[in-house]
């Protein structure tokens, strides 16, 4: 069976941040760009992807879909890489509990916000995220005590998480906070993650 990494992305996608985990991995991989509305919507991508977007990756027989996903199969397929602490440790724990808040909470509430609409009310409820400002103050006030957030060393929960916060502070869709400014100072200043910004700022189109 065949157990090449196949990485279908777009530069200008949150594809972005699976090429920081590659990088970060060390192994080799071949990369298939998409176009928006085009390709990505055609039928040989979307036998991998049915919801048509960016980014996947097979690994052999594999198909794995969403960023955080994608992060958590690449750290325990290459353990070697040290991307995530020992199965059944406290490390273990904080290291999903983060990487999920990411995926989930942090995703949606900001989501939300730049669509204009919040949870309030009895809505907190029932709303995943509960609400905007509660997933901000749980935020800052955790990396404000922490260096990595699953322990003493950088992990992929660091590497999704420090990329969905980047994004907000340029978006402005989170408030550039001297936590989060120095957190995500931390995680991007890796070798791994200036490779990946340099490959993928050379594949967005020039026209």
């Known amino acids: 069976m065949s157990n090449d990494l196949v990485f279908y992305t777009h530069p200008m996608s949150r594809g972005r941040i699976v090429r920081w985990m590659l990088e970060e991995v060390g192994q080799p991989y071949r990369t298939e760009l998409l176009d928006f509305g085009t390709s990505m919507k055609g039928p040989e991508f979307l036998a991998i992807n049915p919801m048509g977007k960016v980014p996947a990756l097979r690994h052999g027989e594999t198909v794995i879909t969403e960023s955080a996903a994608i992060c958590a199969y690449l750290a325990d397929a290459f353990p070697d890489a040290g991307l995530a602490p020992a199965s059944g440790s406290v490390d ?10 990411a995926a989930g909470p942090l995703e949606a509430a900001v989501a ?12 907190t409820r029932s709303a995943g995220w509960g609400d905007y400002a509660t997933v901000v103050e749980v935020l800052e006030r955790a990396l404000a005590d922490l260096e990595f957030v699953a322990g003493a060393r950088f992990t992929a929960a660091d590497l999704y998480l420090s990329s969905h916060v980047g994004w907000g502070m340029f978006t402005k869709t989170l408030p550039e906070t001297p936590v989060f400014q120095a957190y995500v100072t931390r995680c991007q200043s890796r070798p791994a993650h200036q490779r990946a910004v340099e490959i993928d700022d050379a594949l967005i189109p020039t026209s």
């Open 92 to 101: 273990r724990g904080a290291y999903y509990r983060w990487l999920f808040f």
């Open 112 to 123: 939300a916000k730049s669509m204009g609409f919040d949870a309030a009310g009895d809505q």
